[in-house]
């Protein structure tokens, strides 16, 4: 996994739903030379997924309020681009033992342009075809970015 040494210049904390109340999390955005490093840990995920597999986005809404996010919106996608090519579209998480770690960088958006959106973390895994949002369940958890420093 790629790690930065210094504080991230925004944070997502990640809370379950009803369906996951156990599930909890941190996720931290670098800007970075152009590019965004999203470092995710993730622990509690439930055994809801077939595969292991669970879809990881963030969404346009600047809440998580809702019994199911309903609040998140739709995902990311300032550019207006068919799914998977949506800005918010992030790889999956993979479950090991309740736990799933991701380091990834991206180009699709700046820590500025996403800071008061929402992370959500989905049932299933993206199908990364399916219009508008992948097919990948139901939300399951959510956070707000916040600006960091």
Do not use: W
């Not at 799933?100 to 959106?117: E, M, N």
């Amino acid at each position: 996994m790629q790690y930065s040494t210094r504080c991230p210049d925004a944070v997502a904390q990640i809370i379950g739903g009803a369906e996951a109340p156990q599930l909890s999390g941190c996720v931290q955005f670098y800007q970075e030379n152009g590019c965004v490093l999203i470092v995710a840990k993730i622990s509690g995920l439930p055994r809801v997924s077939g595969t292991g597999f669970f879809g990881f986005h963030i969404h346009q809404g600047t809440s998580c309020a809702g019994t199911d996010f309903s609040s998140t919106g739709s995902h990311y996608n300032p550019t207006d681009q068919a799914h998977p090519e949506h800005s918010g579209d992030l790889p999956p998480l993979l479950r090991c033992q309740g736990n799933a770690y991701l380091s990834v960088k991206t180009d699709r958006f700046s820590v500025k342009g996403i800071i008061g959106r929402t992370v959500v973390i989905h049932s299933e895994p993206d199908d990364f075809h399916s219009q508008p949002a992948g097919n990948a369940g139901r939300k399951i958890a959510c956070g707000v970015i916040c600006k960091k420093r």
